[in-house]
T-cell receptor, first 115, second 113 residues
Framework: SQKIEQNSEALNIQEGKTATLTCNYT??????LQWYRQDPGRGPVFLLL?????KEKRKERLKVTFDTTLKQSLFHITASQPADSATYLC??????????????FGAGTRLAVHP | NAGVTQTPKFRVLKTGQSMTLLCAQD?????MYWYRQDPGMGLRLIHY???????AKGEVPDGYNVSRLKKQNFLLGLESAAPSQTSVYFC????????????FGPGTRLTVL
């Protein structure tokens, strides 16, 4: 069956450390993979998009990698801050969706950065 | 720009009642979506639209109907609410296909008793 897996357990890290979140998928061949941030009581907010032919993408303190062989994306936040505490969702284009933008979302991983 | 707005923010229904959730976007996006989010299950697509006058089923369409009479609005209807439809509902819009960002509204928390 097709699925996207993100670590359901919260990730607790110390301020200033690098947070690494994992998104694994099975039985998809996505052309694109996106990461979103969701704060409690709010809608998700887009962070980064990475294409299947890109190995790595950076934006300020954020870095995303995409390994189509391992079927995995890693999301890194360097020099983490308490303000980075949120739930992070990965989403992918299932590529067989006929060209329509039907993103499939993972359940998300909650990150807590402690001072 | 207001972005994506949703009405109402909260609603409590009794089983069997009906209601309509309204989504509006001011970004001139062609694509609009309705998702539901339940604990531990992530966002699941209910219905979507790729343009004015078009709608299509997503992953979990049963019990819901939608309409896109105007490009900027996407309505989600529950004809006969059931407790299983208790959830947080998010509307989103995007410019185009999967290489584009989806912009989400603030959500509607619906409880069906």
């Amino acid at each position: 069956s097709q699925k996207i897996e993100q670590n359901s357990e919260a990730l607790n890290i110390q301020e200033g450390k690098t947070a690494t979140l994992t998104c694994n998928y099975t039985n998809y061949s996505p052309a694109y993979l996106q990461w979103y941030r969701q704060d409690p009581g709010r809608g998700p907010v887009f962070l980064l998009l990475i294409r299947e032919n890109e190995k790595e993408k950076r934006k300020e303190r954020l870095k995303v990698t995409f390994d189509t062989t391992l079927k995995q994306s890693l999301f890194h936040i360097t020099a983490s801050q308490p303000a980075d505490s949120a739930t992070y969702l990965c989403a992918l284009d299932p590529s067989f969706s006929g060209g329509y933008n039907k993103l499939i979302f993972g359940a998300g991983t909650r990150l807590a950065v402690h001072p | 720009n207001a972005g994506v707005t949703q009405t109402p923010k909260f609603r409590v229904l009794k089983t069997g009642q009906s209601m309509t959730l309204l989504c509006a976007q001011d970004m001139n996006h062609e694509y609009m979506y309705w998702y539901r989010q339940d604990p531990g299950m992530g966002l699941r697509l209910i219905h979507y639209s790729v343009g004015e006058g078009t709608t299509a089923k997503g992953e979990v369409p049963d019990g819901y109907n939608v309409s896109r009479l105007k490009k900027q609005n996407f309505l989600l209807g529950l004809e006969s609410a059931a407790p299983s439809q208790t959830s947080v509902y998010f509307c989103a819009s995007s410019y185009g296909t999967s290489m584009y960002t989806q912009y989400f509204g603030p959500g509607t928390r619906l409880t069906v008793l």
